[in-house]
């Protein structure tokens, strides 16, 4: 079992900035590749970047590419999530997830944090 909890959402202006965090504990952080999702209310919950293991490797959602910034500390067990330019469409709960074999996709990800919210006022 991986628990996930994530940190550092809250209520922002339009082209301010905000940083979350996600902490690992329980199984070996660095077999995991770790991602960040995002859920608005009334939609699905989508992708939003993910980092492999050893951070040699991140991915982006389109919608985000260029302003936000995945990355991981593997000696404290923690990734995070630099969120640039935010805009009113960010608002959502964003998600921490784990997985040995995951990238992009949801289903993929077998461990979940509870979620923090990011508000984005225009």
């Known amino acids: 079992q991986v628990q996930l909890v994530e940190s550092g959402g809250g209520l922002v202006q339009a082209g301010g900035s905000l940083r979350l965090s996600c902490a690992a504990s329980?199984?070996?952080?660095?077999?995991?590749?770790m991602a960040w999702f995002r859920q608005a209310p009334g939609k699905e919950r989508e992708f939003v970047a993910s980092?492999?293991?050893?951070?040699?490797?991140?991915y982006y959602a389109d919608s985000v590419k260029g302003r936000f910034t995945i990355s991981r500390d593997n000696a404290k067990s923690t990734v995070y999530l630099r969120m640039n330019s935010l805009k009113p469409e960010d608002t959502a709960v964003y998600y921490c997830?784990?997985?040995?074999?995951?990238?992009?996709?949801?289903?993929?990800?077998?461990?979940w944090g509870q979620g923090t919210q990011v508000t984005v006022s225009s």
């Open positions: 997830a784990a997985a040995m074999y995951g990238n992009i996709q949801l289903y993929e990800y077998d461990y």
């Open positions: 329980g199984r070996t952080f660095m077999n995991y590749n």
């Open positions: 980092i492999s293991w050893s951070g040699g490797n991140t």
